[in-house]
């Protein structure tokens, strides 16, 4: 596979990155969670919903579920009644159950740490994974969602077309130093500077690196 080549030098992605850790300087999740686990079933129900609108139902699910055994035992039909203010929730419902249950017959109700194991259950796609192994695990991986994207083609760090374009060649972009961080970084970055629809580019420190191609 051809590996991207970074419009940033070297030193620039250094830079860059070393200005959002001061911009951001405890980058985490904003989803709520304890656990490997609750952590999981929050990514699953975060596609195509804010992170805002998942903290509002996890208190109560993992207050009732905080283990694979209780939300297999919590049953489909409760787990809907609790996220139905989430979208697609009747198929979130379905995954987190069955995920669940090859998380009790599989793994002895612990979440796996690898890619391929994660990828291979309900509802866990590339993203998910990753945020598990990065998040969960603090594994050198970047999860890339549709922030993440805008950052990489915008700024010229890591251009692509698709997200699985900047997924496949972000990580060998990445200094050693920034690697865990990395993926929070750009994210927050994206949510709350380089937004879609209107970016803050009087207000942002990276923006004498930036390229500007988005």
């Not at 070297?10 to 200005?19: F, K, P, S, T």
């Not at 796609?125 to 192994?133: I, L, P, Q, R, W």
Request: proline share 5%; aromatic share 6%; net charge positive.
């Amino acid at each position: 596979m051809k590996k991207t080549i970074s419009l940033l030098s070297d030193n620039d992605r250094c830079e860059l990155l070393q200005i959002l850790s001061e911009c951001f300087p405890n980058p985490k999740s904003e989803l709520v969670f304890s656990n490997p686990y609750e952590l999981l079933c929050a990514v699953i129900l975060s596609a195509q919903a804010t992170d805002e609108s998942v903290n509002k139902v996890t208190p109560q699910l993992f207050s009732m579920a905080p283990s694979p055994y209780k939300m297999v035992e919590l049953g489909v039909d409760r787990i809907s009644e609790v996220i139905r203010t989430i979208g697609l929730w009747r198929a979130k419902s379905k995954n987190i159950f069955e995920m669940s249950k090859i998380l009790i017959d599989k793994y002895k109700g612990n979440v796996p740490c690898t890619y391929e194991a994660l990828v291979s259950l309900p509802g866990v796609g590339s993203k998910t994974a990753k945020v598990v192994m990065n998040v969960a695990f603090g594994l050198p991986t970047i999860a890339v969602d549709t922030h993440i994207f805008r950052v990489c083609n915008r700024t010229g760090l890591c251009p692509g077309k698709t997200v699985k374009d900047v997924e496949n060649n972000i990580v060998h972009l990445i200094d050693d130093k920034y690697m865990i961080k990395a993926h929070h970084l750009l994210l927050l970055h994206g949510r709350y500077v380089c937004k879609s629809r209107h970016p803050m580019c009087e207000n942002c420190r990276i923006s004498g690196l930036c390229k500007k191609l988005m």
